[in-house]
């Protein structure tokens, strides 16, 4: 059962902006060490950038009240699977609060062009209950 649903879109020009006036400091404070790695080892960083802040935003939505007390953003990881496929990861105050949900399964889908990156982050639930089933 479907138990939220999020989306956002980042102006790849935006986040490129953004990250040349502070350097690395944005770096670590938006991103995992991990993510850091898989965008500067791409020729043109931005639009991966854009495209993890994007889910970050979208897994936010998807919880429904916006950003969790205690939650940072570096709790929500982008990773690639060797084929190349992202998948979305919790940590932390983040995990704890989609489970709160029953969240029990994330599903991800990025997509950046050279100005726009999107992000659809939506959260699964195998515990379906009967006051969750509306009509």
């Not at 020009?13 to 500067?40: H, Q």
């Not at 993890?52 to 998807?62: L, M, P, Q």
């Not at 950003?67 to 982008?78: I, K, L, N, Y």
């Not at 969240?103 to 969750?132: G, K, N, Q, Y």
Request: hydrophobic letters at 40%; charged letters at 30%.
């Amino acid at each position: 059962m479907v138990v939220g649903i999020g989306v956002d879109v980042c102006s790849v020009r935006r986040m490129a902006r953004e990250l040349s006036k502070d350097g690395l400091g944005l770096r670590e404070s938006l991103f995992t060490p991990e993510e850091i790695a898989y965008c500067e080892g791409k020729r043109s960083p931005a639009p991966h950038y854009a495209a993890r802040f994007a889910a970050k935003e979208a897994a936010y939505k998807a919880l429904g009240d916006g950003q969790p007390a205690g939650v940072s953003w570096r709790d929500a990881e982008v990773r690639n699977d060797p084929s190349g496929r992202s998948r979305l990861v919790f940590h932390g105050a983040f995990r704890d609060a989609a489970s709160s949900v029953r969240a029990d399964r994330i599903f991800l889908s990025l997509s950046h062009t050279r100005e726009w990156a999107v992000a659809t982050v939506v959260l699964e639930s195998s515990e379906a209950r009967p006051e969750d089933c509306r009509d």
